[in-house]
């Protein structure tokens, strides 16, 4: 008799509770068995015809375009499935019509006015109209519940109306000649969200099921903690020129090791710092495209507060900073608005021995326990507050460097929903944040004095330093009247000039990526200016390759 047979043997000779308890042992252990297996394949064995397919590093959360400022992954996502009035071109570094046929300045520079195309449609068929781009800045950007507080910003006092003759104007309250960027932001279906209440539409189930107008429709969406994956398709509706890829498959990761580790099965990867672009150059596959974004890591300090109104005392702490020692890998020492590196000029310099004098000399003594108690007996110390997307590594070392001129640092990391409350009350000393200047440099938000938050400012204003100055104010005003690049250059570097002075911020780095992507596809243009990782997109899929099915992967 052989195994299997001794083993039926001894299973029909047992009681029937005997034989269930073996069934169910059975089952749990097939059960286990198929989870392990599925979930040990992350990709395909084989990919699937025709599938461009990209990894990045990230997670899905809410696939939303008023919402892409918080994830660069659901930016990406936004780029392929929506579209906004207007359209940046990166390869051609301006701005061209989208859902807008036209568009008309008039008023001084006060009002634009927007002819809507009527070939537009949604992904379910219906067509795309003026009341959907009300019903976006209107209806849900200036909602006083709308939670995103950078676009609400930009909508501040801007009237959107739909006029008699069907075009849709924005009457802006002061002249702004960088208005026009806001107006990329992927406009939403009204059909579908006009009953969704506001403060449910960033968790609301659109964000998994979006509806957009853009050149691709998801046609699968699988979400992990351990990664995701989402699929598109080119929308054959589409009003602009159909991509050239039929079918774009995109793969999250929860780290740039992974990523790395499953490159194999991918044409190309999104988002590298420098450690994978060193690991991938030695991968002939791949060639590497660097790029810089309008992006920077900075501190700013509440001015509001007694202790940083003093701007010696700003300045010491800017001089106990050594921002070399702060940058991780992939990044580049800033020292100004303009993202400049100015380590050369000793106003920047790292100087802990200037700050401990200046402190003292403010009567701030130090005591046994390192800390320094001010001129009323308090202990001096500050509440250092950053996301939790922001290196655990980074905020440390600036307690460090500043709890060693005597300086108590105590440093908050809340979740992102208790972050953003922080921030609009302001309840901080010190805020660790990253900041994206987008398709322009407009600092009218961060430093004029009408955008500081209190019962005298604006409850969406995103100057966090809550900084007033009559010069400032002055040149931020004159900068959105600019219309002259070169004009509005010279402003830029007098505000550069006023703001090292008086310090209400630190610059401290700007990022370094890479896109790799397989050298037999058409190479990524070398000219193109990426301002978001998503502007990626606008070119990727009109670039030419051969059949994908062909372009085999490594093993």
């Not at 696939?63 to 930016?75: Q, S």
């Not at 207007?86 to 989208?98: E, G, H, L, Q, S």
Request: net charge neutral; hydrophobic share 40%; with cysteine.
């Amino acid at each position: 008799m052989n195994t299997a047979a001794k083993l039926l043997h001894i299973f029909f000779s047992m009681s029937r509770k005997e034989k269930g308890a073996v069934l169910i042992l059975c089952a749990g252990f097939i059960i286990a068995l198929v989870i392990l297996i599925i979930s040990s394949v992350r990709f395909p064995a084989k990919l699937e015809k025709g599938t461009f397919s990209e990894g990045v590093v990230g997670h899905i959360q809410a696939i939303n375009p008023l919402f892409a400022d918080f994830n660069e992954t659901d930016r990406d996502i936004s780029a392929l499935v929506f579209s906004g009035l207007i359209r940046y071109d990166p390869a051609k570094r301006n701005f061209f019509p989208d859902l807008a046929v036209t568009w008309n300045r008039g008023g001084n520079g006060l009002e634009y006015r927007f002819t809507i195309r009527t070939d537009a449609f949604w992904h379910d068929g219906k067509p795309v109209t003026a009341d959907d781009i009300v019903f976006t800045f209107k209806d849900v950007v200036q909602d006083p519940g709308f939670r995103n507080p950078i676009l609400k910003n930009a909508f501040e006092g801007v009237a959107v109306e739909k006029m008699p003759d069907g075009t849709v104007a924005f009457t802006l309250p002061k002249a702004n000649s960088y208005f026009l960027s806001n107006l990329t932001i992927g406009i939403l279906p009204k059909h579908l969200l006009e009953n969704t209440p506001i403060a449910n539409f960033e968790k609301s189930e659109f964000g998994i099921h979006p509806v957009g107008s853009g050149p691709y429709r998801i046609t699968a969406l699988k979400l992990d903690e351990d990664g995701d994956r989402i699929d598109l398709s080119a929308f054959p509706q589409y009003y602009g020129q159909q991509p050239l890829i039929p079918r774009i498959r995109i793969f999250t990761f929860p780290d740039e090791k992974m990523l790395m580790k499953e490159r194999g099965a991918l044409h190309a990867l999104g988002k590298l710092g420098s450690e994978g672009s060193q690991e991938l150059a030695k991968d002939d596959r791949f060639a590497i495209a660097p790029y810089n974004l309008n992006q920077f890591t900075a501190v700013f300090f509440n001015t509001d507060l007694p202790l940083l109104k003093e701007r010696r005392v700003r300045q010491a702490l800017r001089q106990a900073l050594d921002k070399n020692a702060l940058l991780s890998a992939g990044e580049k020492r800033i020292d100004t608005i303009g993202l400049s590196d100015q380590n050369n000029e000793a106003v920047f310099g790292f100087d802990p021995a200037a700050a401990n004098k200046t402190l003292d000399n403010l009567g701030w003594k130090k005591q046994p326990n390192g800390f320094r108690l001010n001129n009323k007996g308090e202990t001096v110390s500050l509440t250092l507050l950053a996301p939790q997307k922001i290196p655990l590594k980074l905020t440390e070392k600036i307690k460090k460097a500043w709890e060693d001129i005597g300086i108590q640092v105590t440093v908050e990391r809340p979740d992102q929903e208790e972050f953003i409350n922080l921030v609009s009350e302001r309840r901080y000393s010190v805020l660790l944040i990253k900041q994206s200047l987008g398709y322009n440099r407009d600092v009218y938000s961060l430093f004029h004095s009408s955008q500081r938050a209190g019962p005298e400012g604006n409850p969406a204003g995103l100057n966090f330093a809550q900084f007033k100055s009559f010069l400032t104010d002055g040149l931020t005003e004159a900068m959105r009247r600019e219309q002259d690049p070169q004009a509005k250059q010279k402003l830029l570097e007098k505000l550069s000039k006023a703001i090292t002075e008086e310090t209400p911020v630190v610059f401290l780095s700007t990022p370094v990526y890479s896109y790799a992507l397989d050298k037999r596809i058409q190479p990524f243009p070398a000219d193109a200016v990426l301002d978001f990782h998503a502007d990626r997109f606008r070119i990727l899929p009109y670039l030419s390759f051969p059949s994908l099915d062909k372009l085999r992967m490594s093993p």
